[in-house]
């Protein structure tokens, strides 16, 4: 399933990175024709995931994805140039948003992977989703949750793929998750 994507507005917020109450702080859109044409990454979804129209203009692409614990969602972020920061810090942040079932913090599994001439950073987490920035909470709970993520490194900025959702749809979908990595590629503007 192969589509463009053009320019959003992004807000880090929706990574988890910063909280829109507190500070409201926001990125402004990233410049004119960064992160798309051959400023972009395209990938292969796997044909099981449900493409949606993402639900705010913070999103690159967005899809579903349905299974025996109940939906998941995977979503494809793009902050523009100088914009949202190195894989380690977004490792970390994302794994802050989870728990484990005595409460302590998780620490997310991570390994380097080689997809043609990029090198992604591949992120894993279970346990408890608390969602939130630093794992403060935004929402209900959720646990036996997990993330599987990746960090890819564009022409002109990261991207990011985070797929959340209950852990038996997701630990399924590992080695789809891994199929959309190896398939991410310099150009062409977005999700195919």
């Not at 972009?40 to 796997?46: I, S």
């Not at 408890?128 to 909470?137: I, L, S, W």
Request: glycine content about 18%.
């Amino acid at each position: 399933m192969r589509r463009g994507i053009g320019s959003a507005l992004i807000v880090l917020g929706a990574l988890g990175m910063f909280s829109g109450e507190g500070g409201g702080q926001t990125v402004p859109p990233p410049p004119a024709g960064s992160g798309t044409g051959a400023h972009a990454l395209t990938w292969t979804a796997p044909s099981d995931w449900t493409a949606e129209t993402p639900s705010s203009s913070m999103r690159r692409a967005q899809y579903r994805i349905t299974g025996p614990g109940g939906p998941a969602e995977c979503v494809v972020f793009y902050f523009g140039p100088g914009q949202g920061g190195d894989a380690r810090a977004n490792a970390a942040r994302w794994a802050a948003q989870f728990r484990r079932a005595d409460g302590a913090p998780v620490t997310a599994r991570t390994r380097e992977v080689k997809v043609g001439d990029l090198t992604v950073t591949v992120v894993e987490a279970e346990g408890t989703f608390v969602g939130g920035m630093g794992g403060g909470a935004v929402g209900p709970e959720r646990p036996d949750s997990m993330l599987l993520g990746a960090i890819a490194p564009g022409p002109d900025a990261n991207w990011f793929f985070r797929a959340v959702g209950p852990r038996a749809t997701l630990a399924p979908q590992r080695a789809s998750f891994e199929r959309l990595v190896r398939s991410i590629k310099h150009g062409g503007g977005g999700a195919r």
